[in-house]
């Protein structure tokens, strides 16, 4: 089992720009994010990442863990819409879809899934944007994990970390 969330950031840590991370993220960053993406067996997202990302066509199954049943995504047939919390739903689609798990939310989706230490690791792009809305902190974010990777391609710093033992 492998549950992993794929993160981009501004050097500043902001995880939008103009409303979506689309403001953020860097060409290199958006072909290693759709590499990822196409191996997951889902994806799990919160209801605010449903409403602002282009979640309208998705190569596996999109689990989307969020209070407001008002679905975004009608017209995705393989969007579950599901008022669980994320914990919960990460459960649930790993019994449903496979124990591959690719989360693409924000911050708080990711905090809660750390602290209930059902996250593996994190896919972290550092791009050189910034400006941006709603920062983190991203030396706060990291120490929850350790290094396994670090590279830079083009301007985008590539991070691979896992969860601390």
């Not at 994010?33 to 997951?40: C, E, G, H, Q």
């Not at 997202?45 to 009608?74: C, D, F, K």
Request: charged letters at 20%.
């Amino acid at each position: 089992m492998a549950v992993f969330s794929s993160l981009v950031v501004g050097g500043d840590g902001s995880t939008t720009k103009g409303g979506n991370s689309g403001g953020i993220a860097s060409g290199v960053d958006r072909s290693a994010f759709l590499t990822r993406r196409r191996s997951a067996d889902f994806l799990l997202i919160g209801g605010q990442t449903a409403r602002t990302e282009p979640y309208h066509r998705t190569p596996v199954p999109v689990v989307i863990s969020s209070r407001s049943m008002i679905s975004a995504l009608a017209d995705n047939r393989l969007a579950h819409w599901w008022n669980l919390s994320p914990t919960a739903a990460l459960a649930k689609g790993i019994k449903q879809f496979g124990p591959n798990v690719l989360v693409e939310s924000g911050p708080t989706i990711i905090n809660e899934l750390i602290a209930n230490k059902v996250l593996d690791g994190i896919y972290l792009s550092v791009t050189s944007v910034v400006g941006g809305e709603y920062p983190i902190d991203i030396e706060k974010l990291l120490a929850n994990f350790q290094e396994v990777k670090r590279e830079e391609i083009d301007g985008t710093s590539f991070i691979e970390a896992r969860r601390l033992k």
